[in-house]
């Protein structure tokens, strides 16, 4: 049986019945107020190992690779669809949250790691940076999905905020795991690498953006699929160069994408259409992988770190972030922070970022990864169908008139 599902047909047979149960699944627990990917990773969980599909599936290297080109695909479709002109005036209160509040966010769940969970520092630590950044996908399934409209630039926030943060955690990720080699830097050297990461993606990200409309309209591409295949082109090339030149790549695509969509080109629906789709897709083939990944047997042992991490991470490291990004901006009222708080959403990146440790053989990574996924979990079920009953309860959100 084994060696029929090499066969060509059956395994595009088995990857199709995947993909269309996956979205099935995404599809139902949107509709009863959970994030669409407890779904996508619930089908995986159940195509895995211990389920009934018992796919024997672990490889993390194939997962971290397929985990950052999906990643990447998805900060590009974020970026051109968000409204420039609605997120501009939020624009630095999300950089403080993407900043200093995953800055935040990571010391005080490495602080409870130590002093809670007896890990090691470096354990910690890594522990603290993987969990500090959130999901716009996770929250937007949820809010989109209600009955309500938010007010006071909130979605804005959250939006900008989540889809600027991640390059804050790989960073982290990366410079901790390269204190672990031979050769680990010197504390100091890690300002300016932060700063040329995050000033060359940016680069890159503005001339990618630039690049692609001006691109479509001398190659005379108005509509059609060519224009979509330049426009995936054009992504995977600000990604590549931005890191090859030392830049963050997954800031290139997200600034590429913002800027893409400030500009007026005639394919500029059909580029967006497709790339929602492909955003779609790549988060489905995404959740589904790290769905097979798991092996929920693994998470039973570490059920008290997993809860004492989640319940430090929303109920005091993620306020605790907020409250000390917005505050100095005053024109945030405790409410809106505190709702801001609660819609920190945990999704999809936490657990690519896990796999860095495990690729790495950092001791303590098999730990690391299973909690990050026992948060995630919980951050989805708890806070996910709960935000819009914390919006109605802190009164800033309204229904919308009924059609």
Known sequence: MLQELYRPEFAMLLTGLLLALTVI??????RIGFPAIVGFLGLGILAGVEGPGGIDFSDYLLTQGVGIVCLAFILFSGGLDTNWRAVRPMLGPALALATLGVGITAGVVALAGILLLDFAPLQAFLLGAVVASTDAAAVFSVL???DLDLKDDVPALLELESGSNDPMAIFLVT???????????????????????????????????????????????????????????????AFGFASLLGGNG???????????????????????????????????VMFLTLGLLLTPSNLLPIMGEGIAITVVLILVARPLAVFGCLLPFRRFD?????????????????????????????????????VVFFVVLVSSVVQGPSINRVAKWLHIGERRPAD
């Open 250 to 284: 997954f800031l290139a695509v997200y600034v590429a994408g913002v800027y893409a969509g400030t500009r007026a080109f005639a394919a500029k629906p059909i580029v967006r259409t497709f790339q929602d789709g492909l955003a779609w897709l790549a988060q489905v």
């Open 25 to 30: 699944a995404g599809l139902l627990t949107s």
């Open 144 to 146: 989109r999905s209600s």
């Open 334 to 370: 405790t409410r809106t922070m505190l709702f801001v708080s609660w819609a920190g959403l945990r999704g999809a990146v936490p657990i690519v970022l896990a796999i860095f440790p495990m690729v790495a053989g950092i001791e303590g990574a098999f730990t690391i990864f299973n």
């Open 175 to 237: 410079a901790l795991l390269a204190f672990t080699s031979a050769a680990a830097p010197a504390p100091l050297s890690l300002l300016p690498d932060f700063i040329q990461q995050m000033l060359v993606g940016a680069g890159v990200g503005l001339v990618a953006g630039y690049a692609l409309p001006e691109g479509l309209k001398r190659m005379g591409l108005r509509q059609g699929g060519l224009a979509f295949v330049v426009s995936i082109a054009g992504a995977l090339l």
